[in-house]
């Protein structure tokens, strides 16, 4: 569990040459052992930091995939306030919904997975879970994007707040990863290349006081 966390480290400060496969360092997931029983401790662990590179480093497709694979919903529920739990569910959402808004085809099977982990996250917050204020900012972000399109400026407003909370909280990864959403946003649904190019630029800003030069490079 300590090796893939730290392998995940090793990813994103670009100290390994790898983004979302984990070998390198600290392991090396073609030749370590996993649990072969899906509900080994080792195998949710390799879910959680997989997903979450997924998500960071912009693989939406292989986090997506993983939400939706069988076996694995089986043995993952939401529970407790705990933050690497929420951390996860964030991550997966997100994943979700950057595959709704990309690949048309699919977008309803996306969106359904992702309703679903988004309302969860949200009760959490009705429930007085300090944890995620931040996630389902952004979140609400990600499914106004793809349900109001319309409403643009709506949008950027629920944008705007998920960096702000973000920014409050002190999570400044989180804020560049709302920079780097949003900015796909103005540039794919907007046709904004301006500011969704000011955008990047902080996301680029906030990931490299993180430390985070694997997603930078």
Not at 73 to 96: A, N, P, V
Not at 104 to 131: D, E, F, V
Not at 167 to 181: F, S
């Amino acid at each position: 569990s300590l090796r893939m966390h730290w392998q995940l480290c090793l990813n994103l400060m670009g100290s390994s040459s790898n983004t979302v496969e984990f070998s390198g360092k600290a392991m090396n997931e073609k030749e370590d052992v996993i649990d072969v029983t899906l509900t080994g401790p080792s195998h949710v662990t390799f879910l959680y930091v997989k997903t979450v590179a997924s998500s960071l480093f912009g693989r939406y497709e292989l986090g997506a995939h993983l939400a939706i694979k069988k076996g694995d919903k089986q043995i993952l529920k939401m529970i407790g306030g705990d933050f690497s739990s929420m951390m996860f569910w964030f991550h997966r959402c997100l994943c979700l919904y950057a595959m709704a808004r990309r690949n048309k085809t699919k977008k309803r099977q996306y969106m359904s997975q992702a309703k679903h982990i988004h309302k969860g996250l949200t009760n959490s917050l009705n429930n007085k879970n300090p944890n995620v204020l931040h996630y389902v900012s952004l979140l609400d972000a990600e499914k106004a994007a793809l349900t109001q399109k319309k409403n643009q400026e709506d949008v950027r407003k629920l944008y705007f707040a998920a960096i702000t909370m973000s920014r409050r909280v002190g999570c400044a990864h989180d804020a560049a990863l709302v920079q780097e959403r949003f900015a796909d946003y103005l540039l794919n649904s907007v046709g904004d290349s301006q500011e969704a190019k000011y955008h990047i630029k902080g996301a680029i800003q906030r990931y490299t006081m993180w430390g985070a030069m694997g997603i930078v490079e």
